[in-house]
Nanobody, 116 residues
């Protein structure tokens, strides 16, 4: 059974930092492109960051470039999202995604709230 378990969310003040983690089990982690998405209330789910299985090529959404960094540790079956200089508009539920062709897998999400 495939499981993606996110952690690290919470409440942070504007300008602060958080690091999200997603531990994956039940699949060959190194063969999957890993992504972070987010969804704010009343908005569509959007891509935050992606890291490929081969070469570790990174891609970021325009709104987070220069502030967020995605990384992966294949030995630990874990993908990370380092979030710096957080803004209130970063408030959302953040989801981990594992993809290799069709039918990606999703985590349950972790809430990030940026507020003073």
């Amino acid at each position: 059974q495939v499981q993606l378990v996110e952690s690290g969310g919470g409440l942070v003040q504007p300008g602060g930092s958080l690091r999200l983690s997603c531990v994956v089990s039940g699949l060959t982690f190194s063969m999957y492109t890993m992504s972070w998405y987010r969804q704010a209330p009343g908005k569509e789910r959007e891509l935050v960051a992606r890291i490929t299985s081969v070469g570790g090529i990174r891609q970021y959404g325009d709104s987070v470039k220069g502030r967020f960094t995605i990384s992966r540790d294949n030995a630990k079956n874990t993908v990370y999202l380092q979030m710096n200089s957080l803004k209130p508009e970063d408030t959302a539920v953040y989801y981990c995604n594992a993809a290799r062709g069709l039918d990606p897998y999703w985590g349950q999400g972790t809430q990030v709230t940026v507020s003073s």
